[in-house]
T-cell receptor, first 112, second 113 residues
């Protein structure tokens, strides 16, 4: 079945540093891929998505490109802010499309 | 418009008691999902509703867990004879239809003492 693996955290960065959080997937076909974010004390929010190969999803300065050659969907941001401190989850649908499968989550802490 | 809401936000219960968790999806969303988030297991799928029926309940961990959805809207997740390992945050999500992006509620934090 479909699965996703993302780098374990925590990731600790200084403000304005470059961020990469790695995510690789195994899937039948080419499902949509997602990044969700969970800010402290809040629920999960969709950060960005890509629906087909070579698509780039972007939002709030974050980007991720759907790469079928490397089965990856790495999350990047050129200059992180303290307010980006959160837990980030990579996700894709299960084979039946009835649920999302999430990675373990990566905790990002940004200090000023 | 209003997002997905869940109640209660926190629930503390004694081992062996039954609990009911409620989810109000976004109006007009036909698909509804329950997940569980715990430190050891991460985010786990529990059950998927399309309308009032549950075509995928493969994630329910035992027969102590059940869920229903009425009127194509509100859903209730029931856990009978709670155990300490049931302690987790229970998340509800809804989507416009099957296959569309999911919007999550704030969750119910369940603590079994």
């Amino acid at each position: 079945g479909n699965s996703v693996t993302q780098m374990e955290g925590p990731v600790t960065l200084s403000e304005e540093a470059f961020l990469t959080i790695n995510c690789t997937y195994t899937a039948t076909g080419y499902p949509s891929l997602f990044w969700y974010v969970q800010y402290p004390g809040e629920g999960l929010q969709l950060l960005l998505k890509a629906t087909k190969a070579d698509d780039k999803g972007s939002n709030k300065g974050f980007e991720a490109t759907y790469r079928k050659e490397t089965t990856s969907f790495h999350l990047e941001k050129g200059s992180v802010q303290v307010s980006d401190s959160a837990v980030y989850f990579c996700a894709l649908p299960n084979q039946a499309g009835t649920a999302l499968i999430f990675g373990k989550g990566t905790t990002l802490s940004v200090s000023s | 418009g209003a997002g997905v809401s869940q109640s209660p936000s926190n629930k503390v219960t004694e081992k062996g008691k039954d609990v009911e968790l409620r989810c109000d999806p976004i109006s007009g969303h036909t698909a509804l999902y329950w997940y569980r988030q715990s430190l050891g297991q991460g985010l786990e799928f529990l059950i998927y509703f399309q309308g009032n029926s549950a075509p995928d309940k493969s994630g329910l961990p035992s027969d102590r867990f059940s869920a229903e959805r009425t009127g194509g809207s509100v859903s209730t997740l029931t856990i009978q004879r709670t155990q300490q390992e049931d302690s987790a945050v229970y998340l509800c999500a809804s989507s416009l239809e099957y296959g569309y992006e999911q919007y999550f509620g704030p969750g119910t934090r369940l603590t079994v003492t």
